[in-house]
């Protein structure tokens, strides 16, 4: 069985190679020049452009390396799945769908469950490891699939960013929302409904906010000991570890995995960002 993943899921190279999954790379221009995400690019230069007064811009896969990759899979005989990026946040979702039904016309055989995962970052990420794991164990695609999507249907994301100029860069908020944000030193508070984001709090100042993230983790997660919760940042290590710390002290969950955010969120959240993933029921 075939597992394929985004590098929107922001799990390093080596997990990929380690674990036979197949990667897809999103891609990133910068300056003209384009990169397969994880592949031909280091995040880290993505948030050196951005803090030198770039704005690095990202596109999904192509139609054309998608009906490849199922061409591909119909002719090899196996089965696969493709847990892909929310479709709220990027197009990959939908093509690799059309790009599936194209292939089946011409081979029927394919057998290729493709699952919206709602989910992003490392949110994304922990689908992708589960995936893993349940193929291991020896589950069905079918079984995969359906711990999959309760799973992706659960996942809780809440993040904070440094600086609201980079997002007023991307778009993603306005330039005068910004500039007040700045000088307030206003931090908002962000999570993921039906895959896609929204802001739901603000806060003045770094510290406040990560107190506000432990406070929505206790109300939000469910048997947070028995869980691996995973930590994304914005090229700031520093201010994961102290979000580790404390969600340590408070929950002594199972696991606390730190990664860094991928070039293709981080060219829209930029430096600074910190993100946490939890589940609000246990299957």
């Not at 597992?3 to 221009?29: G, Q, Y």
């Not at 993603?172 to 307030?184: H, N, Q, T």
């Amino acid at each position: 069985m075939r597992i394929f993943a985004d590098s929107a899921s922001d799990l390093p190279k080596s997990f990929f190679d380690e674990n036979d999954v197949t990667l897809i790379p999103l891609h990133v221009l910068i300056d003209g020049k384009e990169y397969e995400d994880i592949l031909e690019i280091d995040s880290r230069e993505v948030y050196k452009t951005i803090r030198e007064g770039g704005q690095p811009k990202t596109s999904q896969i192509s139609p054309e390396e998608l009906l490849e990759r199922w061409t591909e899979l119909s002719k090899s005989g196996e089965e696969g799945i493709y847990i892909a990026f929310s479709s709220e946040l990027s197009g990959t979702y939908n093509t690799a769908v059309m790009m599936r039904d194209q292939v089946k016309e011409e081979n029927e055989n394919l057998n290729l469950i493709i699952v919206d995962s709602k989910c992003a970052s490392l949110g994304y990420g922990l689908l992708i490891k589960e995936a893993v794991r349940l193929r291991n164990a020896g589950e069905t695609l079918e079984e995969i699939e359906e711990k999959i999507r309760f799973m992706s249907e659960h996942m809780e994301h809440l993040f904070t960013v440094e600086d609201l100029d980079y997002m007023a860069r991307g778009g993603r908020v306005s330039k005068a929302s910004a500039f007040i944000g700045g000088l307030l030193n206003i931090k908002p508070l962000l999570h993921v409904e039906d895959g896609k984001l929204v802001p739901i709090e603000k806060h003045r100042g770094r510290k406040r906010v990560l107190r506000r993230i432990i406070e929505l983790m206790e109300e939000r997660g469910d048997h947070l000991a028995k869980q691996t919760i995973a930590i994304s940042h914005g090229d700031d290590e520093a201010i994961a570890l102290e979000l580790k710390a404390l969600v340590e002290e408070k929950f002594s969950p199972k696991n606390v995995e730190i990664h860094m955010i991928g070039s293709v969120i981080g060219a829209h959240a930029g430096p600074g960002t910190v993100s946490i993933f939890f589940l609000n029921k246990l299957n």
